[in-house]
């Protein structure tokens, strides 16, 4: 198993809309597991030549389930069937911590000033108005994000090759070197990346992380951890569909909540608001929920 470690420096935040919903609903104060995915999918896809879409079969319909039809998916999709375990974490060390912000519906006017809308005197000033939903955004100018995506690169590879055929997999392990991380959520979500960090991965159990983990999997809270709701990473999250979703933990600091958290306390990227989890992928101090995404 490989791990990737990247910190992110923000440019001034992110936005990262739940799945289905209308604009106008909340974010996450930190992007799920599947953001950190797109992420790095997005960087393999530009460094390997991949397309944005690839087609995927349906599958049969199991345990009374639907069968799932034929379709068009993100190519994410073939990154996230590869994916062990991905998650996002608060930099000790950020100057500042995360605070979501949404504006209030408002009315614009916009004049419509192509020729058959042109007339004499006040006809002139004519306008439509038009209402605008609000999306909630994360603010942290130069904030620190930590993320990690542990993956099977022998499976990561088989499915690339799904996509390009004539891809090598010494092609993929050398992008996985040198790929850096360029945004997350939205297109305007830009990061810089400050650190990274490649290598192999041990399987641990019960250790700290100061990465979110669903709070099945936490055995106890070492300080502060904010609950949230966020949607687990699977077919429907890249393919279209409504997804499942769990509450996760958030290692967090003081006066952290659900709308403003502030930078877990840690020297020398330790963090002291963390959690114990049950079994997780560690690579050197940096460890994320092991298991199933």
Not at 40 to 62: N, R, S, Y
Not at 73 to 89: D, E, I, L, Q, R
Not at 262 to 283: F, M, N, Y
């Amino acid at each position: 198993m490989m791990g990737l470690f990247f910190e992110l420096e923000l440019a001034w935040g992110f936005s990262v809309r739940y799945p289905m919903s209308s604009a106008a609903q909340l974010a996450p104060p930190l992007p799920p597991p599947s953001t950190a995915i797109g992420a790095l999918a997005e960087a393999l896809a530009i460094t390997l030549g991949l397309g944005e879409t690839i087609k995927v079969a349906g599958k049969a319909a199991k345990r009374g389930r639907k069968r799932s039809k034929e379709g068009l998916c993100s190519t994410a999709y073939a990154v996230f069937k590869a994916t062990k375990g991905a998650a996002f974490a608060l930099s000790p060390e950020s100057p500042v911590g995360v605070a979501l912000k949404s504006e209030i519906n408002r009315l614009l006017q916009a004049p419509y000033l192509n020729p058959g809308n042109v007339h004499e005197g006040d006809e002139i000033n004519k306008v439509r108005m038009f209402g605008v939903q609000a999306i909630t955004s994360a603010y942290a100018p130069k904030g620190l994000l930590w993320m990690m995506v542990v993956l099977d690169e022998k499976e990561l590879v088989g499915e690339l090759r799904a996509i390009r055929k004539d891809l090598k997999g010494e092609e993929v392990m050398d992008a996985l070197e040198r790929v850096t991380i360029r945004r997350i959520g939205v297109k305007e979500g830009i990061v810089s990346t400050k650190k990274k960090e490649v290598g192999e991965v041990t399987k641990e159990e019960e250790v700290e992380s100061c990465f979110y983990a669903r709070k099945g999997s936490v055995v106890r809270k070492l300080g502060k951890a904010v609950p949230i709701v966020m949607w687990r990473p699977g077919r429907e999250t890249f393919c279209g569909g409504d997804p499942k979703y769990d509450v996760y933990l958030v290692p967090a600091g003081p006066l952290s909540d659900q709308f403003f958290l502030t930078p877990p306390r840690g020297v020398k990227g330790k963090c002291e608001d963390s959690l114990v989890i049950k079994k997780a992928w560690c690579l050197n101090k940096y460890c994320v929920e092991g298991g199933e995404t």
